[in-house]
């Protein structure tokens, strides 16, 4: 055998193999999950199975900053959340609903936990009156979400494409603010009120 033929073959058998990138897992044992379930498809899937671990990773920062939460709720709505998860199976889109579910849960996570940087406290007054005060901080997740406090509630809003200004809306409130005017709902059917920036 020639010395040429002798370096190819030690070229292609006895070099070293071409570096192998791993295909991203879940963060739980995809081999306890059902078949068919939407856990399975989390597995299958690669884009889904690293939205699963990233959402891992935030949700036990979380947790860190959950530790001193009375009475403890974190984990009882991971639970909840899963269930929701989950019930993507009824949806004609399953992989887009799965992933959809998780993106807003990872959002959520940071926003109320303060894992990013807020943008605020910024004060609204509603209606003419002081004392009616909306406080609002703002969080560069994906999708973009802020956090509002008014009395001694709070509400979590996620943004929503508008025609003008931003509108962020929430489970029952909504914010929208044009040119420097925040139209705010605050709870179901209420009436909407008609916010602006203390000078």
Known sequence: MRRGQIGLLLALFGGAAPAVQAVPRPAFDCAKVQPGSMAALVCADAGLAQLDQQLSQVYGQA?????????????AEQRGWV??????WKSQDKPACVKDSYVHRIAELQARYRLLPAQGPIRWACDGNAAKEVVVN?????????????????????????????RYVGRNESFWEHQGEARIVWGYQTPEMVCRQPK
């Open 138 to 166: 703002f969080f560069a997740t994906e999708p973009p979400t802020l956090v509002a406090e008014f009395g001694d509630s709070s509400s979590l809003m996620f943004a929503e494409r508008s025609a003008s200004g931003s």
């Open 63 to 75: 947790l860190k900053k959950a530790a001193k939460e009375r009475p403890p709720l974190l984990k």
């Open 83 to 88: 269930k929701g998860r989950d019930e993507c």
